[in-house]
């Protein structure tokens, strides 16, 4: 039985595909959208009154990297004028001062940065972008300095884990009041690119050891989110909070999605805000209804007492690991597919395999 359809937290623009930085575990789809099927500023603005109209308090931009649009600061205005929360997720390497002051004046309230590395040769490295480093520091000073909410997010990996302890102090330094640490998860690009990014069991422990201690050294300076990788997990995530009932993405094509890797999904029809509106794709397209809530499972899942809680983990990684879409997650221990999740992890982070394929247009 689904409980009654409550109105969504937040939505993700991905306001575009383009972006300067190449990282090998983009959670953008392999085959990314061109600058020509972007949605125009109008369409946009539209989009974010309606997702407003059905109630999502957070509007998140994101791409890509959202700051190659010029019209940023307008969207981010409309967004506030419809009583919006709003977060800029962004690589920050166009983030200069005169364009701060236009992000604040528009009324931004909290920007995102992501962080490669504690140094610039791992981070440029990892980034496929030199000096991107050194511009996110310059960035980060900008927001503190313009007096805008700051989160660092760490996406960590086997090529940056021993630089773990030197990020979360980057991020005090910064002035962040928060960081996320966050293991790449294996979708997409970073799916492409496992071998060369999945940390061996130790390192995995001696990061959540190194977390530990950082929350309680650092309490009421530094507030640290941390997500673990599944593959080494016992239990799944929440993908999302569970499929179509928090949250949302909007593609720079402009198609709705349950999560940024929903188009993985065979036989699934994502259809686009330009040909029907946020609130009745949210409420009534057959791709959201498809695994919201509880009665699409099976077992091991229809009937487990988690069931609510993490709503059968990770669709799109119960397909890519299993070829099932409606299969229990393998991340979870009583799935029958985790013992082969567990030896792909263990197997692949001990291979030598160190050359990324590197996020791009093809
Ligand atoms: Fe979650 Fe399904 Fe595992 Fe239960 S069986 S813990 S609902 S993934
Ligand atoms: Fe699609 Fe988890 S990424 S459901």
């Given at each position: 039985m689904n409980a009654p359809l409550s109105p969504p937290l937040a939505m993700l623009m991905e306001l575009t595909h383009r972006c300067p930085l190449k990282c090998p575990y983009c959670s953008n789809p392999l085959a990314l959208d061109r600058a020509r099927d972007e949605l125009d500023t109008a369409t946009w603005k539209r989009v974010i009154s309606e997702a407003a109209g059905i109630g999502i308090l957070q509007a998140h931009f994101s791409g890509g990297e959202p700051m190659v649009r010029s019209d940023l600061p307008e969207l981010v205005r409309h967004a506030r004028a419809e009583g919006l929360y709003t977060n800029l997720i962004t690589s920050?390497?166009?983030?200069n001062a005169a364009r701060m002051a236009e992000l604040a004046d528009a009324g931004l309230d909290h920007v995102q940065i992501s962080f490669q590395g504690a140094d610039a040769a791992v981070a440029d490295h990892v980034a496929g972008f030199r000096d991107a480093h050194e511009k996110k520091l310059t960035a980060a000073r900008l927001v503190r300095e313009a007096g805008l909410a700051l989160t660092l997010n760490a996406v960590v990996h086997r090529q940056n884990l021993h630089q773990l302890s030197a990020m979360i102090d980057l991020a005090v330094e910064a002035g962040a009041q928060r960081i996320e640490v966050a293991h790449v998860q294996y979708y997409g690009w970073a799916l492409k690119n496992r071998a060369a990014l999945i940390p061996t069991r130790a390192q995995l422990d001696e990061a959540t050891r190194i977390v530990t201690a950082a929350r309680a050294n650092l309490a009421g300076t530094l507030t640290i989110d941390y997500v673990v990788p599944d593959y080494y997990a016992a239990r799944p995530k929440a993908c999302m909070g569970g499929w179509a009932r928090q949250f949302f993405n909007i593609t720079p094509s402009g198609k709705m999605l349950p999560c940024h890797a929903a188009e993985t999904l065979p036989g699934l029809v994502f259809e686009r805000v330009t040909e029907r509106s946020v609130g009745e794709i949210w409420a009534h397209s057959s791709a959201f209804e498809k695994y919201r809530g509880t009665g699409w499972m099976a077992p091991p899942c229809q009937g487990c007492a988690r069931a609510e809680i993490d709503w059968g983990g990770c669709r799109c990684q119960a397909l890519a690991l299993t070829g099932d879409a409606g299969a229990t997650d393998p991340a979870c221990g009583l799935s029958p597919d985790h013992a082969m999740m567990a030896a792909l992890a263990i197997a692949e982070s001990g291979a030598a395999v160190d050359d990324f394929a590197y996020r791009m247009i093809s």
């Amino acid at each position: 039985m689904n409980a009654p359809l409550s109105p969504p937290l937040a939505m993700l623009m991905e306001l575009t595909h383009r972006c300067p930085l190449k990282c090998p575990y983009c959670s953008n789809p392999l085959a990314l959208d061109r600058a020509r099927d972007e949605l125009d500023t109008a369409t946009w603005k539209r989009v974010i009154s309606e997702a407003a109209g059905i109630g999502i308090l957070q509007a998140h931009f994101s791409g890509g990297e959202p700051m190659v649009r010029s019209d940023l600061p307008e969207l981010v205005r409309h967004a506030r004028a419809e009583g919006l929360y709003t977060n800029l997720i962004t690589s920050a390497v166009l983030l200069n001062a005169a364009r701060m002051a236009e992000l604040a004046d528009a009324g931004l309230d909290h920007v995102q940065i992501s962080f490669q590395g504690a140094d610039a040769a791992v981070a440029d490295h990892v980034a496929g972008f030199r000096d991107a480093h050194e511009k996110k520091l310059t960035a980060a000073r900008l927001v503190r300095e313009a007096g805008l909410a700051l989160t660092l997010n760490a996406v960590v990996h086997r090529q940056n884990l021993h630089q773990l302890s030197a990020m979360i102090d980057l991020a005090v330094e910064a002035g962040a009041q928060r960081i996320e640490v966050a293991h790449v998860q294996y979708y997409g690009w970073a799916l492409k690119n496992r071998a060369a990014l999945i940390p061996t069991r130790a390192q995995l422990d001696e990061a959540t050891r190194i977390v530990t201690a950082a929350r309680a050294n650092l309490a009421g300076t530094l507030t640290i989110d941390y997500v673990v990788p599944d593959y080494y997990a016992a239990r799944p995530k929440a993908c999302m909070g569970g499929w179509a009932r928090q949250f949302f993405n909007i593609t720079p094509s402009g198609k709705m999605l349950p999560c940024h890797a929903a188009e993985t999904l065979p036989g699934l029809v994502f259809e686009r805000v330009t040909e029907r509106s946020v609130g009745e794709i949210w409420a009534h397209s057959s791709a959201f209804e498809k695994y919201r809530g509880t009665g699409w499972m099976a077992p091991p899942c229809q009937g487990c007492a988690r069931a609510e809680i993490d709503w059968g983990g990770c669709r799109c990684q119960a397909l890519a690991l299993t070829g099932d879409a409606g299969a229990t997650d393998p991340a979870c221990g009583l799935s029958p597919d985790h013992a082969m999740m567990a030896a792909l992890a263990i197997a692949e982070s001990g291979a030598a395999v160190d050359d990324f394929a590197y996020r791009m247009i093809s």
